[in-house]
């Protein structure tokens, strides 16, 4: 089936240090959303893109709409160690596909 | 709260049995899904309805799996005869589709199935 590529697939870093992941894909998608999960729970939305090129913000994250509709990325400014979790991109209209996710690891 | 709510939140069952799984979706939300996600993976699509009609279904989901909507409101995923297989958390979510391409999907806690 469809695959989302994302990368990396692990971080280790620093606190204070910024962080980029990114997403792409052979497809061409018009809906781009990245979520963050922590054991055991579910995926809770962080940032929803729809139109090429867009770039929005969410306190210190930042997602951008790759312009060929096949790409996105998420950039986290001056990582605290509550960042902990799995990231996920996901893109589709009407069902999604989901990366395999960014482990994140911030050391204090 | 008003969010997705899943029960429940662990089934630990022995292969060859029957389990079903509940999913409250968010009030007015006339979408609603069903995901599986296994260890160190993204979730992956199983099927999703729009109010009480199903319109999509993964071949993820095989004949022991069903799932129902009947009043458009919560959902039931039943797996019959279990195997280990099986094992997995199960997502479900749910969204209001507002405009075109605007189709935001929030997330329940998951139902972590254990198959013994």
């Known amino acids: 089936g469809q695959q989302l590529n994302q990368s990396p697939q692990s971080m280790f870093i620093q606190e204070g240090e910024d962080v980029s992941m990114n997403c792409t894909s052979s497809s061409i998608f018009n809906t781009w959303l990245w979520y963050k999960q922590e054991p055991g729970e579910g995926p809770v939305l962080l940032i929803a893109?729809?139109?090429?090129?867009e770039l929005t913000s969410n306190g210190r994250l930042t997602a951008q709409f790759g312009i060929t509709r096949k790409d996105s990325f998420l950039n986290i400014s001056a990582s605290i160690p509550s960042d902990v979790g799995i990231y996920f991109c996901?893109?589709?209209?009407?069902?999604?596909?989901f990366g395999s996710g960014t482990k994140l690891n911030v050391k204090p | 709260d008003t969010g997705v709510s899943q029960n429940p939140r662990h089934k630990i069952t022995k292969r060859g049995q029957n389990v079903t799984f509940r999913c409250d979706p968010i009030?007015?939300?006339?979408?609603l899904y069903w995901y599986r996600q296994t260890l160190g993976q993204g979730p992956e699509f199983l099927t999703y309805f729009q109010n009480e009609a199903q319109l999509e279904k993964s071949r993820l989901l095989s004949d022991r799996f069903s799932a129902e909507r009947p009043k458009g409101s919560f959902s039931t995923l039943e797996i019959q005869r279990t195997e280990q297989g099986d094992s997995a958390m199960y997502l479900c979510a749910s969204s209001r589709l507002e405009a075109q391409f605007k189709n935001i999907q929030y997330f329940g806690a998951g139902t972590r199935l254990s198959v013994l």
């Open positions: 996901a893109a589709g209209i009407n069902k999604f596909y």
């Open positions: 009030s007015e939300h006339n979408r």
């Open positions: 893109l729809y139109k090429a090129g």
